[in-house]
């Protein structure tokens, strides 16, 4: 194995974490706070990314087929609302009525992920659709030679800093975030405090969607724009956010961390299904020691 | 009083209800015995995943349903399709076979894509003893008496595209597909085949169906430097390799790529940009030059929108819907069995050219081309077998079976 390939491969392992990590945040955000398992949260993801391609359209109708660079710029907060409004309003007349039941939860959210590919199908086709990538993401810097770091890749990355450095300053630094930590921690005592802990919920179910739709934005560069796109990510995303632990954000950067790293580098000591089997299989392994996952968080409530 | 009176009154109204429902049962009976419609069904994934292939299939099958009942139907009869959801489920599929050949009596189903579905309802139009249109290249081993198989099988895509590629200077393979039966039987076939015929075997890698991070494969490619990657992943996958494949700096001008499963329709959710010069191998392209498939894309645009496009599973079901329907008017009748007998070595001009119906193993004689992507998203063919090809369900490569006739499947004699 050449040098080009191990860096190669140290490349890829970040950069599939940075994915990995971008997916699994907003899942992050809303398991570990609220407990909800949302299984449609890759549906947001969906959606996110079908933001990117109707933002295009209408670019490409008005501005002419220039302008990819500035709709996809434009698009990732566009997502980051669309998901978060749609987040907001799944709270509102679905979820709320679940807390406490997470096997209903599960089925619920389940339903709703099913009704969200569908409506995908029928108002964009059950086909992928197709997003130009900007001009500027196109090709990649010359490493050395034989290793290409993809501009798109990079952007990734950057991305996904940028997002959990976001999220870090708005937990840890604002009053709101403070008032989401405390809902996390003891819910009932937070109520005691007088938070009122369902418009918390509220805006954190929220938050999390947002976070998937601008997640959609990011895969749209890598992968396809489809009803069944966030069933893609889905599994992994859970996976980090299990091996990781709830609720920290620390576990879900190590969670992605330690999934995209050694993903690929079984990957290439092996075959892509088997990679995958071996991952797997030490995940299970190590939750059957510490069930709690890589970081857990040491809450005062009673369960 | 009032008791009668409205004795009266329900009585008068049960014998309306009975004058007015007898008569209508008499006008219909009438009306019936002059022209009912047949009833055919059509059976596809309209949701799930599948739905991303198969509702085009359906739309093609549609069309050549309208089209025959505007020139008058067959045997003077409208053809009524009864249209079910298979849900990209393969019981759901069985289940809503025999729902179409119990309960609503149709006389032949058009339908099916993912192997694994005609696996699911194979058993069911053997047990009805019933008849199936089925419209997607495949990778053979499979001769059915019920089915009639209007895609390519192993011989009439998979080792043709091979062949060309092993006499145009392409010697090592890297093969990828997705992991399932189809890719692995069809590279079962290659192998076989770059043994016999030459080449070498560089590399195999098989990723789970909607895999989406190919890096990792691309750097094995790189390192393994085929002259081709020979790829056989189906769905959104496709989209993500060439993707990620083109931004990795990879054009086709460095490492071509000839794929089995994409077509034209399958391009537009890839983006030609990033499929640019690669090739697919196939028995039909929606810009081939015939005045059949001139006629016939510019009746599918002008039904279902001047941006759609046809491809080759579109177009084998849509002639397989002619090919029904002139086996019907051969039979006299569309009673399955005997339109089974009828359609056997019936040949058709199809938009591909030529078709005819092998009477012995129930597959299709097509054409075998090559093409390589346009900035359009279109195909430019730059080969052709020329004529129809034999198809060969069995080949001796990796067989030892051979087809005496449908459904009756023996071994070869040593």
Redesign the interface.
Known sequence: MGIETLLSQIFNGLSLSSVLLLVGLGLSITFGIMGVINFAHGEFLMVGAYVVYVLQGLFNKFYGHGAAGLSFLISLPLSFFVAALLGFLLEKVLIRFLYGRPYEGILATWGCSLILQQAARNIFGANNVDVTSPKWLAGGVEAMPGLQLPYNRLFILALTTLCVVGIYLYLYRTAQGRRMRAVMQNRDMSACLGIRTRKVDTFTFALGSGLAGIAGCAVSLLGSIGPSTGQNYIIDAFMVVVLGGTGRLAGTIAGALVMGVLNPVFELISTSSMGKVILFILVILFLQGKPQGLFSLKTRALD | MLKVKSRTFILSIFIIAVVVSVGSVWINAARSAEKEPIKVGILHS??G?M??????VKDGELLAIEEINARGGVLGRKIAPIIEDGASDWPTFAEKAKKLIMKDKVAVVFGCWTSASRKAVLPVFEKYDHLLFYPVQYEGLEASKNIIYTGATANQQIMPGVTWLLKNGHKKFYLLGS?YVFPRTCNLIVKAQLKAEGGTLVGE????L????Y???I??I??AKPDVVFNSLNG?S???FF??LR???ITAKDIPTMSVSIAE??I????A?NMLDHLAVWNYFMNMETPENKKFVAAYKARYGKDRVTDDPIEANYFGVYLWAKAVEKAGTPDPLKVRAAVRGLKFKAPEGEVTVDPTNNHVWKIVQVGKVKPDGQFDIIWSSGKPVAPDPFPSLVSNKIVLEPGKIVDRKK
Request: net charge negative; proline share 2%.
């Open positions: 309209l949701s995943t739905s991303i292939s198969e509702v085009a992991d890698e098989y990723t789970p909607g895999h989406t991070e890096s990792t494969v750097s094995k790189k390192a959104d496709n989209v993500a993707k990620q931004s990795a700096g329709d399958e537009r959710g890839i983006g940009e």
